[in-house]
């Protein structure tokens, strides 16, 4: 098991340094033990993640390893421990829906591996025919520990300053849902957003959008009538090294498609954008920072409109349309958005 959990978390993050620290043993105290010792190794050593992959502990010896936890966040390193739901342990689940076995929502889930799918059909014979079940490389939920151990050292290479809470909070915030099997995982990692988000060098002047970059929304018109239940997709991302923002918005079911590029204006010092859709029609405008969000005021041929955006407390992403008219701007739809 910790050999094929060393291959993932290699094939994930190959430049780095695998440590073995040892700790099974066949009772939960005696493990415990040995993996306290382990965690201050790791202290004493500098390493940057702990992974475990292994059964739930007992509520008595959950509280002396949780003391050792914190010990080790606290002087840097992320643990991506499964099933095991300390609050800032960086929680990993596969994309299986529930396992049965967790006392907290996962923080992100992880595709899951299965080396199984490598193998030739001899070799999977042979694994049938009785070999002990410690020696079949199918992690299933075991690997997401070293995947997710994988992506923080992506992210600590490009970004080593990161704590442990900033690892948590950027895999979290940049992942996205995805139906898998049957299910509905609402944070699969998005390592590539991760990184972006990181690395971008975002221009300072786009620095109020920052609530709604490198995430996938997905939001309804509020209220829905029957004939509109259509799910409106929107995504931010920075582009041109952080020099510019490129806004889609999808709505598959009515084959729409809309492209924005927010842009600043050298001679205004001002962020401009021009939108795009794959129905003919373009407009233009200003985007500006307005009472905790954003809004965009523009004109097309036919209209002059303004969007506001601004993400709840409860994290809901409004999107508010009004079309100017004789008396003032009258409101158009409202769209709510969760990613």
């Given at each position: 098991h910790g050999y094929w959990m060393a291959s993932v978390l290699r094939e994930i993050a190959p430049?780095?340094?695998?440590?073995?620290?040892c700790t099974y043993a066949s009772d939960e105290t005696?493990?415990?033990?040995?993996?306290?010792?382990?965690?201050?190794w790791a202290i004493e050593h500098d390493l940057d993640v702990l992974t475990y992959s292994a059964a739930r502990f007992s509520e008595e010896n959950r509280s002396k390893l949780d003391r050792a936890v914190e010990r080790a966040i606290?002087?840097?390193?992320?643990?991506?421990?499964?099933?095991?739901?300390?609050?800032?342990n960086l929680l990993p689940t596969w994309m299986g829906g529930p396992s049965g076995d967790d006392e907290?929502?996962?923080?992100?889930?992880?595709l899951h591996y299965d080396y199984s799918v490598v193998f030739t059909q001899r070799y999977a014979e042979w694994l049938e025919s009785g070999t002990k079940s410690s020696y079949r490389p199918f992690l299933s939920l075991s690997s997401t520990s070293p995947v997710t151990a994988g992506?923080?050292?992506?992210?600590?290479?490009?970004?080593?300053?990161?704590?442990?809470?900033?690892?948590?909070?950027?895999l979290v915030e940049?992942?996205?849902?995805?139906?898998?099997?049957?299910h509905r995982s609402r944070r699969v990692v998005d390592i590539a957003a991760a990184l972006l988000s990181v690395t971008r060098g975002l221009d300072p002047r786009f620095e109020f959008l920052e609530s709604v970059l490198g995430k996938r929304w997905t939001g309804r018109y509020v209220p829905t009538e029957p004939d509109e239940q259509f799910d409106h997709v929107i995504e931010w991302k920075p582009i041109l090294g952080g020099a510019a923002i490129r806004c889609t918005k999808r709505v598959a079911e009515l084959d729409f498609e809309m492209e924005t590029i927010y842009y600043t204006e050298p001679e205004s010092n001002s962020i401009a954008f021009v939108s795009l859709t794959n129905?003919?029609?373009?407009?233009?405008?200003?985007?500006?920072?307005?009472?905790?969000?954003?809004?965009?005021?523009?004109?097309?041929?036919?209209?002059?409109?303004r969007y506001t955006f601004k993400v709840r407390p409860d994290g809901v992403?409004?999107?508010?349309?009004?079309?100017q008219d004789d008396g003032g701007w009258s409101q158009g739809h409202l769209i709510e958005y969760t990613w």
């Open positions: 430049e780095v340094e695998i440590y073995a620290l005696s493990r415990v033990n040995a993996m306290v010792r382990a965690i201050e606290e002087h840097g390193i992320v643990t991506t421990f499964i099933h095991y739901p300390h609050p800032r907290r929502t996962a923080d992100v889930n992880v992506f923080v050292a992506m992210l600590r290479s490009v970004a080593p300053t990161m704590n442990p809470e900033e690892c948590k909070r950027v940049t992942s996205r849902p995805m139906d898998f099997e049957g129905r003919g029609q373009t407009s233009r405008g200003t985007v500006r920072s307005e009472d905790g969000g954003f809004v965009l005021l523009g004109s097309d041929p036919r209209r002059e409109f992403l409004e999107d508010r349309f009004y079309l």
